[in-house]
């Protein structure tokens, strides 16, 4: 009888190279050490934004890793013509994460479906006259479909083309509120079609497709979904049209005079919008201030956002001075065109007078 081998397994040896085997005097800390925070520690959004995003330039010594076909790989620089000596400098005064997403547009969701059941159980809309019920049926209706466009087509586009995790996060939410404004609008128009009042709850559709006071702002809407370089998309949108075209809308028309027509529901649904745009305009100013203020690319940045304006502004005061007509629709006008132009004006000066960038000519013509 033969005698049977023992096989031979190589013996395990610990090198002490394991991951987790080196100690070192952070080696037990929970927090991230491989970069500095904006104060003197770190926050929770640091910690989930900063550098999850790969870059050559900072951690990946071989290159980018992976790549599309035929293409680029990871997050070129090339998507936008700006330029920046740190991408990474931009962190959003909001700090948006996750987390924060969910908690702000809950805590929005409440209000808007408490107010929303408020006002049927009070039965609210008895009470609007004839030229409010048309003014909302077919303005705040044509509306809803811009915030969707800019949703879908704009921000969702591009919050995957920033270098950094930090941009596109911070597009990311401004995607989110626009959706969840839009669908806002959406729900506020079924309960108006819902109650006893002579309300189209479709005329929106045809006002957005047709109407002579929209189309401006349409052609706007669809030629920013048109738009590659994702900066000049983010500019043209937060910078310009959202001043000169959104806030014109709804904080210098419907906030001022929702309420003299005997309706308080709408200015609760259209400030969650404005609430919304005040903390995206916050990302906006620092991002771009970063940019205009690059000791290296400053100047070239400023150039840039010249040629933008350029191309911007007159469409958006097309757009403006289009939607005139809808200022004498309501049977209380608190406002004229003229005073809320000039408003959303001032405004829309003071952004750029605080991002260093020189007013067009075309605002005062």
Known sequence: MTETKQRSFPKIEFTDSEAGALEFPSSQSRSYNYYKPAKLRATM??????DVQPDPDRHLSQGWIYGFGNGPGGYPKEWTAAKSSNWHAFLDPNEEW?????????????????SLQNAKRARAYDAWNPAWLKFVERNLGAWMHAENGLALHVFTSIQRSGPTNMINTAVAVNAAHKMRFAQDLALFNLDLSEADVPFDGSAHKEVWQSAPEWQPTREVVERLTAVGDWCELLFATNVVFEQLVGSLFRTELVMQIAAR?????TPTIVGTGEHDYDRDLAYTRNLFRLLTRDSEYGESNKALFGEWLALWVPRCLDAAHALQPIWSQPADKSVTFADSLDAAKQKFRSLLEDLGLDTPKELDQ
Do not use: F, H, K, P
């Not at 969910?102 to 808007?112: H, P, T, W």
């Open 45 to 50: 959004y640091e910690d989930v934004t900063v």
């Open 98 to 114: 996750n987390q924060t997403i969910y908690r702000n547009n809950s805590a929005v969701v409440r209000q808007v479906d408490l």
């Open 261 to 265: 027509n005997g309706d308080y529901v």
